[in-house]
């Protein structure tokens, strides 16, 4: 490409994004009034700062140091070797897979690629089925988190049925990923050379005292950093949607935190038949989860406690919102970088689509889990 062309896209996209930038802000301001919105978005900002950040961090911590301690104890491979004949019926993966959705649901979702990067690990596995590891992993990212973070809004038992959700939408996407590889790049039916037959292994050293304090300690620390990774998705994707979720204060517009322009409600009220028969979702606002999952699972958490207080939620909510935020946990925020550092990058688009596809069914598979959850207690 010439100097040229290169600097004409790069004006046209300047132009574009100018137009987007100004044309959104611009629309906002003008129903709310521009010093409104920006009271409204730093107000928000900082109550989901000091309301929700803090309080996932806290969560993130606590699940850290239990996670640690699993691996550490050997918690981790027993849940894999009860798992381990599931993984070839059910995800046509072998059964060391399971160690990574483990990992995955104790942590996030960049930890099937750490493990998929070691040979021990890796040599199990067909090359398309290595692939596949960027759907399977994500279906499963933030488990831990995000079940607990629901338990502790008083719907534990309406979480657990959004991971039998989340179950049958990471088996979707894993498949449908395998299966478009296989017809697109039948080359991919190899074997992955390399590693040896070792078995993967977690190294123990020092007494017991020291490696609990070691877990405990190591554990929140990682909790701490996987808190702060959170804070940019919930302050600045929380903000927009929010805005775009919720309407003015019972005075009009004052400037005061989660006043919007009720936007994706509108929409959603136009197609509201489709949400409440898939999902059972009773108020368009709840669309706003889900949409806020495809970025970050943490940011969309933080529409919960705001849901709960506004009296949108029940547990058929909650159970979809925990299938379709553990499946999607931010799915597009990451399978670029997850293919990319498999060296797939030109398969992103694939991953994308049946990633996708998974988190809707998902949503389903949750909803209706719960109506029958539902009709039993009567």
């Known amino acids: 490409m010439s100097k040229l062309k290169f600097l004409t896209k790069r004006r046209i996209e300047a132009a574009i994004f100018l137009l987007i930038f100004f044309g959104f802000f611009g629309g906002v301001g003008r129903i709310m009034g521009v010093p409104n919105m920006m009271n409204t978005l730093m107000k928000t900002s900082h109550d989901l700062l000091l309301n929700t950040v803090f309080y996932l ?151 017991v005292f020291l490696r609990v304090l070691n877990s405990l300690l190591d554990g929140g620390k990682s909790g701490v950093e996987l808190g702060l990774a959170i804070i940019p998705g919930v302050l600045i994707i929380s903000s927009v949607v929010m805005m775009l979720t919720f309407g003015a204060g019972a005075n009009g517009y004052d400037g005061s935190a989660y006043q919007g322009v009720g936007l994706l409600p509108y929409l959603a009220a136009k197609v509201d038949f489709i949400f409440k028969w898939l999902f059972g979702f009773t108020n368009p606002e709840l669309i ?66 049946a990633h996708t596809i998974g988190g809707l069914v998902a949503g389903i598979v949750a909803h209706w889990a719960y109506v029958l959850y539902a009709l039993a207690l009567l």
């Open 57 to 207: 961090m806290g969560i993130t911590v606590l699940t850290g140091a239990l996670s640690k301690l699993f691996v550490e104890f050997g918690v981790v491979r027993l849940l894999e070797t009860l798992l381990r004949p599931l993984m070839k019926p059910l995800y046509n993966l072998p059964g060391v897979a399971a160690l990574g959705g483990v990992m995955t649901f104790l942590s996030d979702n960049p930890a099937i690629i750490s493990l998929s990067k070691d040979s021990n690990f890796s040599h199990y596995f067909k090359k398309y089925q290595l692939i596949s590891l960027t759907n399977f992993g994500t279906a499963f990212g933030m488990g831990l988190v995000v079940i607990v973070f629901m338990a502790s809004m008083g719907y534990g038992t309406a979480a657990i049925v959004g991971l039998i959700g989340s179950f049958a939408g990471s088996i979707v996407s894993t498949r449908l990923m395998q299966r478009s590889l296989l017809k697109n790049h039948p080359e991919l039916n190899d074997e992955v050379q390399g590693g040896n037959e070792q078995e993967i292994s977690f190294k123990s050293e020092g007494n």
């Open 288 to 353: 706003a989860f889900p949409i806020t999952s495809l970025g970050a699972v943490g940011a969309a958490l933080s529409l919960v406690p705001k849901f709960q207080a506004s009296g949108l939620i029940d547990g058929n909510a909650i159970a979809v919102f925990t299938a379709m935020g553990m499946c999607w946990s931010g799915y597009l925020s990451t399978h670029t970088a997850m293919m990319d550092s498999l060296g797939f990058r030109h398969l992103t688009s694939k991953a994308i689509v």
